[in-house]
T-cell receptor, first 114, second 114 residues
Framework: SAVISQKPSRDICQRGTSLTIQCQVD?????MFWYRQQPGQSLTLIAT?????????ESGFVIDKFPISRPNLTFSTLTVSNMSPEDSSIYLC???????????FGSGTQLSVL | GENVEQHPSTLSVQEGDSAVIKCTYS??????FPWYKQELGKGPQLIID?????GEKKDQRIAVTLNKTAKHFSLHITETQPEDSAVYFC?????????????FGKGTKLSVKP
């Protein structure tokens, strides 16, 4: 499976600021997604990162709050904007190929908002 | 929409014993069921998966069974070892949705005591 690198691995931020999380894959992948895992909770899909076009957001998530870029088949960014303590979570990048259903996850970004 | 319930939320076993985690799903059209292992500070790792046209799948000490009629699937770990200690998540793929549209259970924290 692909090696998925996320940066930063963790950060502590002040409310009202924004943080951009990077996801780099060591090989081209068809699909890239962003998930959120709130403390002690399960995983929730935020959006599908589409190469060269706007991301597709799930219900409850909006572009103004979570802008996403995907300039090529190996890289994507997720920005958490105007942060509040409720945004404290682990944010996970995941990737897959269109040829099968398997989904692989990066190591995550642990975000704490004060 | 699809709902996945996972039991138990915590499970403690003695090294060498077997561990079983069970999940139920609500949408009978769901057709793909992966299991993930998440160690502290890491992203979820895909450990085994099963498609709806298969009843059972084994990989060394890990097996997954699927009962489509009852809409439940289970993870079986035999000869447990301390390194099996982690949080395990089951998931079901929403039929017709994108690859990232996995609905996850709430997780089972497995502790294997030496």
């Amino acid at each position: 499976s692909a090696v998925i690198s996320q940066k930063p691995s963790r950060d502590i931020c002040q409310r009202g600021t924004s943080l951009t999380i990077q996801c780099q894959v060591d090989s081209q992948v068809t699909m890239m997604f962003w998930y959120r895992q709130q403390p002690g909770q399960s995983l929730t899909l935020i959006a599908t990162a589409n190469q060269g076009s706007e991301a597709t957001y799930e219900s409850g998530f909006v572009i103004d709050k979570f802008p996403i870029s995907r300039p090529n088949l190996t890289f994507s960014t997720l920005t958490v904007s105007n942060m509040s303590p409720e945004d404290s979570s682990i944010y996970l990048c995941s990737v897959g190929q269109a040829t099968n259903e398997k989904l692989f996850f990066g190591s995550g970004t642990q975000l704490s908002v004060l | 929409g699809e709902n996945v319930e996972q039991h138990p939320s915590t499970l403690s076993v003695q090294e060498g014993d077997s561990a079983v985690i069970k999940c139920t799903y609500s949408d009978s059209a769901s057709n793909y069921f992966p299991w993930y292992k998440q160690e502290l500070g890491k992203g979820p790792q895909l450990i085994i998966d099963i498609r709806s046209n298969v009843g059972e799948k084994k990989d060394q000490r890990i097996a997954v069974t699927l009962n489509k009629t009852a809409k439940h699937f289970s993870l079986h770990i035999t000869e447990t070892q301390p390194e099996d200690s982690a949080v395990y998540f089951c998931a079901a793929k929403i039929p017709g949705g994108s690859q990232g549209n996995l609905i996850f259970g709430k997780g089972t924290k497995l502790s294997v005591k030496p």
